[in-house]
């Protein structure tokens, strides 16, 4: 597509429970990138991707939470078990490779009751 | 990751200022970039400046990678440049750390 694209572009969920956000990158873009914004926050790396691999998951905050990336494309990051201190924006990037201009996408706002 | 320090945090100007925006790191970068974040919260890519200078516009970046700075200048500013600016940076890594930004708020 011409841009970024992520959905939910809202999510309300209660604690506890699974959510699952979607990422859909720019066609031909190799590299994908997944941020977090808290609010009054910077923005904090989660975890990055190259094709389908992600060679650096060391961001991702705990466990409970887990990235995926299928034929070089598309991205779900999923979060089990939420909890409240997940309320977030949640930002993905793509780039045409690892060290290239990104493109953000609109992200997600996650709020966790 | 490196530290990024973005100068000054907030920034008030009339509209038709001009403007510049400092971005330290704190360590030498080979990959910098600049961004916007609108009212909306929408992140726009500004520049891809790991060394040099770049014109886009009302908008220039230099970067001066040996001295681990980057400078972006806002000319003729007008309201739609209101928003959040930040920089970020890595060392051959693609994770870029990002500063803390620099909030502006153009009046008309």
């Known amino acids: 597509g011409a841009g970024v694209s992520q959905s939910p572009s809202n999510k309300v969920t209660e604690k506890g429970k699974d959510v699952e956000l979607r990422c859909d990158p720019i066609?031909?873009?190799?590299?994908l990138y997944w941020y977090r914004q808290s609010l009054g926050q910077g923005l904090e790396f989660l975890i990055y991707?190259?094709?389908?691999?992600?060679?650096?998951k060391s961001g991702l905050p705990s466990d409970r939470f887990s990235a995926e990336r299928t034929g070089g494309s598309v991205s779900t990051l999923t979060i089990q078990r939420t909890q409240q201190e997940d309320s977030a924006v949640y930002l993905c990037?793509?780039?045409?490779?690892?060290?290239?201009?990104?493109?953000f996408g609109s992200g997600t706002r996650l709020t966790v009751v | 990751g490196i530290q990024v320090e973005q100068s000054p945090p907030d920034l008030i100007l009339q509209e038709g200022a001009n403007s510049t925006l400092r971005c330290n790191f704190s360590?030498?970068?080979?990959?910098l970039q600049w961004f916007h974040q609108n009212p909306w919260g929408q992140l726009i890519n500004l520049f891809y400046?790991?060394?040099g200078t770049k014109q886009n516009g009302r908008l220039s970046a230099t970067t001066v990678a040996t001295e681990r700075y980057s400078l972006l200048y806002i000319s003729s500013s007008q309201t739609t440049d209101s928003g959040v600016y930040f920089c970020?940076?890595?060392?051959?890594?693609?994770?870029?750390?990002f500063g803390a930004g620099t909030t502006v708020t153009v009046r008309a």
């Open positions: 990037a793509s780039s045409l490779f690892g060290q290239a201009g990104y493109t």
């Open positions: 400046i790991p060394s």
């Open positions: 360590d030498s970068v080979n990959n």
């Open positions: 970020a940076g890595s060392v051959n890594d693609y994770k870029l750390s």
């Open positions: 066609s031909g873009h190799t590299a």
């Open positions: 991707f190259q094709g389908n691999s992600a060679p650096d």
